[in-house]
């Protein structure tokens, strides 16, 4: 089968190349990919996660094409939406049926593509922040994939919402998604948060704590600045205790939060905010727009079968 292999000497570290299909295991059902979707995280650390040759990729929809072997999870012939560690940007892929989810006939499968990371990781982590009706809750880098879910989620869940962006050509949108204020600098908001859905990280992770009242947390989702963070705690005590910083990690399982997000998308309660799209001959033009800041949202990529 065709697949896209990492290749540190290939623009963007991808290639296409001919491999041997997955071998399900027991538990695992085989998916024929119709789409995926690229992660920041996934294209930014390539290299740091995988060795020549293999099949990267998080997010893909796709139609099972072969049934778990136990019994578990979707028949042959079901829509789906599933994440897994590797190997979905090829024209197959075995995943666990616990990260699979149903994808109602009227979503298109490019848009159920941007579901299971971005989706699932700004719905736990809106969760992780505890009742958020009537409370402000910032979300920073939120012109990103999980950004924009992140402010459409906490809007539906009753949440004040204030949208942190790196410019404002970056803001397009985002009122129309729910955000109540939007920002550049975090030295626009005037007035203390009860949480934090944080996907930059560097120095404006502890810029996000001083924010926070007390009672409330910044749930550390990501590091889209790709540089380290520093809190200063001996000032953030002086500023106010019982705040917290909690490392989010998304966990496992996804598969019912992929079919209630799909459910969102079905009765346009949820706008998968896609601003790439194309075959996915143009895997290393999608990865540079998404390093570059040049995608508002997700990036998705069709997967193109000879004869089809």
């Given at each position: ?19 041997p299909p997955p071998e399900p295991a027991p ?126 989620l906490a809007r539906r869940a009753g949440a ?45 992770l502890a810029r996000a704590l001083s924010l ?97």
């Open positions: 089968m065709r697949a896209l292999v990492y290749d540190p000497t290939q623009p963007r570290g991808l290639r296409f190349a001919d491999v538990s695992q059902a085989l998916v024929e990919v119709h789409a995926v979707s690229l992660n920041f995280g996934e294209v930014a650390f390539l290299g740091e996660m995988r060795n020549p040759g293999d099949v990267p990729g998080w997010d893909a929809a796709g139609v099972v094409v072969r049934a778990a072997a136990d019994g578990s999870g979707p028949k042959e012939g079901t829509r789906v939406a599933s994440f897994g560690g590797s190997g979905a940007w090829a024209e197959l892929r075995a995943v666990d049926t616990s990260e699979l989810g149903v994808v109602p006939d009227a979503v298109d499968l490019g848009s159920a593509s941007t579901v299971p990371v971005a989706g699932v990781t700004a719905l736990r982590a809106l969760r992780a922040l505890g009742p958020v009706v009537g409370r402000r809750v910032l979300v920073t880098g939120a012109s990103g994939g999980v950004g924009r879910y992140a402010v459409q004040h919402v204030v949208a942190a962006v790196g410019s404002a050509a970056r803001a397009e949108g985002l009122r129309a998604l729910g955000a109540d204020e939007i920002v550049v600098d975090l030295a626009e908001v005037r007035e203390p948060v009860f949480g934090v859905l944080e996907n930059v990280g560097g120095a404006q926070v009242e007390r009672g409330g947390s910044v749930q550390s989702i990501g590091m889209a600045s790709r540089e380290p963070s520093t809190i200063d705690f001996e000032q953030e005590r002086r500023r106010a205790g019982n705040r917290r910083v909690e490392v989010f990690v998304v966990g496992a399982g996804f598969g019912p939060d992929i079919a209630y997000l799909a459910s969102l998308l079905e009765r346009g309660a949820l706008d998968p905010q896609i601003g790439f799209r194309g075959g996915w001959e143009r895997a290393p033009e999608a990865a540079a727009a998404l390093l570059d800041r040049r995608v508002a949202g997700k990036a998705v990529l069709e997967i193109r079968r000879e004869g089809r």
